[in-house]
């Protein structure tokens, strides 16, 4: 795979893969904190849709073979995450609030 690694010559920039890798971590916690404010501003679809898009981006992260770093010790956070929004989506259907599709 070639990367460019002088890039002065254009505009543009490079993401190492553990720097893409540690911004989809930071996008579940930011989604979780959505999910829940989601629910405060009456926007009940939302919390399940962001439930399935990190429940995907969890099953992403566990196949792969990280070593026992800071990337691995923060992508093993991803479940608590997933916890968290399944949460809230089980309150949504417990006080009927679910959109039914």
């Given at each position: 795979?070639?990367?460019?690694?002088?890039?002065?010559?254009?505009?543009?920039?490079?993401?190492?893969?553990?720097?893409?890798?540690?911004?989809?971590?930071?996008?579940?916690?930011?989604?979780?904190?959505?999910?829940?404010?989601?629910?405060?501003?009456?926007?009940?679809?939302?919390?399940?849709?962001?439930?399935?898009?990190?429940?995907?981006?969890?099953?992403?992260?566990?196949?792969?073979?990280?070593?026992?770093?800071?990337?691995?010790?923060?992508?093993?956070?991803?479940k608590y995450?997933?916890?968290?929004?399944?949460?809230?989506?089980?309150?949504?259907?417990l006080r009927?609030?679910?959109?039914?599709?």
């Amino acid at each position: 795979m070639k990367v460019p690694v002088n890039l002065k010559d254009r505009d543009a920039f490079h993401l190492t893969i553990e720097e893409y890798l540690q911004s989809l971590i930071s996008l579940v916690d930011e989604l979780a904190r959505l999910a829940r404010n989601s629910v405060t501003l009456g926007d009940y679809s939302r919390p399940l849709r962001i439930s399935q898009f990190i429940k995907d981006l969890h099953a992403g992260f566990q196949i792969l073979n990280l070593k026992n770093d800071s990337l691995r010790k923060r992508s093993d956070g991803i479940k608590y995450r997933v916890k968290e929004v399944e949460d809230v989506v089980y309150d949504l259907s417990l006080r009927n609030l679910v959109p039914k599709s």
